[in-house]
């Protein structure tokens, strides 16, 4: 299967302390990017990591790449209640398409 | 920003119509959308890429007669589902890349929840 697996499926944390939820797949990527849903709302994007790229940020954001082991993981430090929602990794095959097949996604929980 | 948006964003028809999502780039051109579908507490599963000008690509699993789509523009492509059934009844997204960008970015619209009674 192309889909990526999410782990854990679910986790709840208290505000303040940081969430680090994982990605891993099969076959080699062109790049991998992370989503965030709201309940029963459209996807934002939080950020792209290409193949080449080991590590990147954005705000409270930390992605890491590691190709070797093939997986990926998302830090959110600082988490606020805000951040409660669905968190998906989406894989890039690259290709003519550049389709995303989505991963198996993390509910997050952030208690107030 | 880019802006992608879907209508209408919320449908119940009865079992056996068929039903039409409109998915709209707003300020770019799209040869390439895309359609998934989301059922409750799972991820989005990618049915099909629809290209401007040209048949639709759809995933194993995914029946093209049932869910027809058309992109007969740059700027917009409808999935139609043909004799809608409750188990049709579902989240679906479309996104689309901008043709004139590096192509490795998707924006996506709100989604339409259907509801086949």
């Known amino acids: 299967s192309q889909q990526g697996e999410e782990d854990p499926q679910a986790l709840s944390i208290q505000e303040g302390e940081n969430a680090t939820m994982n990605c891993s797949y099969k076959?080699?990527?062109?790049?991998l990017q992370w989503y965030r849903q709201n309940s029963g709302r459209g996807l934002v994007h939080l950020i792209l990591?290409?193949?080449?790229?080991r590590e990147k940020h954005s705000g409270r954001l930390r992605v890491t790449l590691d190709t070797s082991k093939k997986s990926s993981s998302l830090l959110i430090t600082a988490s606020r209640a805000a951040d409660t929602a669905s968190y998906f990794c989406?894989?890039?095959?690259?290709?003519?398409?550049?389709?995303?097949?989505f991963g198996t996604g993390t509910l997050l929980a952030v208690q107030p | 920003g880019a802006v992608v948006s879907q209508h209408p964003s919320r449908v119940i028809c009865k079992s056996g119509t068929s039903v039409k999502i409109e998915c709209r780039s707003l300020?770019?051109?799209?040869?390439?959308m895309f359609w998934y579908r989301q059922f409750p507490k799972q991820s989005l599963m990618l049915m099909a890429t629809?290209?401007?000008?040209?048949?639709?690509?759809?995933e194993q699993g995914v029946e093209k007669d049932k869910f027809l789509i058309n992109h007969a523009s740059l700027t917009l492509s409808t999935l139609t589902v043909t004799s809608a059934h409750p188990e049709d009844s579902s989240f679906y997204i479309c996104s689309a890349r901008d043709h004139l960008a590096a192509g490795e970015t998707q924006y996506f619209g709100p989604g339409t929840r259907l509801l086949v009674l």
């Open positions: 989406a894989l890039n095959y690259g290709g003519a398409t550049n389709k995303l097949i």
């Open positions: 076959t080699s990527i062109n790049n």
């Open positions: 300020d770019f051109q799209a040869t390439t």
């Open positions: 990591i290409r193949s080449n790229e």
């Open positions: 629809s290209n401007e000008g040209s048949k639709a690509t759809y």
